[in-house]
């Protein structure tokens, strides 16, 4: 007899856990930070409801077994979600995950339960607290420690999960990531600053251009042939966390406190005053955007730090309670 407990998450990114806007386009970088959550249900009976094109992102975990694909509720077979959950987390704002979620029986649910619903009541009780914070932007925690509390439970660390395997070579020391989804084009360095860091870097590094746009799999194997990333806050970015790469990491329009970076590298920020900064937009009305006032040179900089093995700075784990911090590793 099947004694595991089982657990449902429904993420499939058509929303941002931490962004209050629904779009056509999948995030898939916000799919895939939430695999950190899989390692607090080892020998559970996880199912995960996901979008058609995120399949490649968790296919193949070893922690998740029942992999579902579908982009409304009505895609789903029938038969398909039966029986009795243990805990849902609900990871989705849109209504109709919402009216899914709270009818597939369980003893326990966490995330979202009504967006349509004034303040808290948009949440499960035990989640109102952490997703009402991050929503309204009242201060910045790292992602996996907001949806760690949302859940009930303490961040420690714990990774994103890749499940696909690359076996390639590191065969370029320095990829640039240097393109980002259509959903946060202000994320995007501008294309003359690659251009010319492309020069001030390939006289003394082996340098590769983004490859493999059109295949999660070929472009996660574009990364692990790369000794260190150059990259936006993207997909690449998690992606490479996961791969353990050394990272340089661009911000302007989003936090970088809500991106831990587990030792692997050094995080950047534009040297301007903007008092619009982190906007979280998908559009920009400043005449000089923020990402512009990241130049070559500061990126230059933090790639010899890290080719040349020099300490890198950590970032802290604020677990509460209890109140008490970790000073970050490597792990």
């Not at 941002?16 to 009976?45: A, M, Q």
């Not at 393109?179 to 590769?208: C, E, F, I, N, Q």
Request: glycine share 6%.
């Amino acid at each position: 007899m099947n004694t595991r407990k089982r657990l449902l998450i429904i993420k499939h990114g058509f929303s941002e856990t931490c962004d209050h806007n629904i779009s056509p386009v999948v995030s898939y970088g916000d799919v895939f930070r939430c695999t950190c959550l899989l390692e607090d249900f080892k020998g559970w009976h996880v199912t995960w409801i996901t979008a058609q094109a995120a399949f490649d992102l968790l296919t193949e975990n070893h922690l998740i077994d029942h992999l579902i694909l579908a982009d409304s509720p009505g895609e789903i077979p029938p038969g398909m979600v039966t029986g009795h959950y243990q805990m849902i987390i609900n990871l989705e704002k849109q209504k109709d995950w919402c009216e899914f979620a709270a009818a597939v029986p369980a003893d326990i649910r966490y995330g979202f339960k009504d967006c349509s619903s004034p303040g808290c009541q948009s949440f499960y009780p035990e989640s109102a607290g952490p997703l009402s914070a991050a929503l309204e932007r009242n201060g910045y925690l790292p992602l996996q420690e907001t949806l760690f509390q949302t859940v009930g439970r303490q961040w420690h660390g714990q990774r994103y999960i890749l499940g696909y395997k690359p076996r390639v070579a590191e065969i370029y020391d320095i990829g640039l990531n240097n393109h980002v989804g259509s959903k946060w084009p202000t994320k995007l360095w501008p294309m003359h600053h690659w251009k010319s860091l492309y020069h001030l870097l390939s006289d003394r590094y082996a340098v590769s251009w983004q490859q493999s746009l059109n295949s999660v799999r070929h472009y996660i194997d574009w990364l692990a042939s790369c000794r260190l990333i150059i990259t936006s806050d993207s997909l690449g970015l998690h992606v490479s966390l996961a791969l353990r790469k050394k990272i340089v990491a661009l911000f302007g329009a989003t936090a970088p406190e809500q991106v831990y970076m587990y030792g692997h590298g050094i995080k950047l920020t534009p040297n301007c005053d903007a008092s619009c900064m982190p906007c979280f937009q998908p559009r920009c009305h400043q005449q000089k955007k923020c990402m512009e006032y990241l130049t070559p040179e500061m990126v230059v900089e933090a790639v010899d730090s890290l080719m040349q093995g020099k300490a890198i700075p950590a970032d802290e784990i604020k677990v509460k309670p209890p109140a008490r911090q970790l000073v970050e590793s490597a792990r």
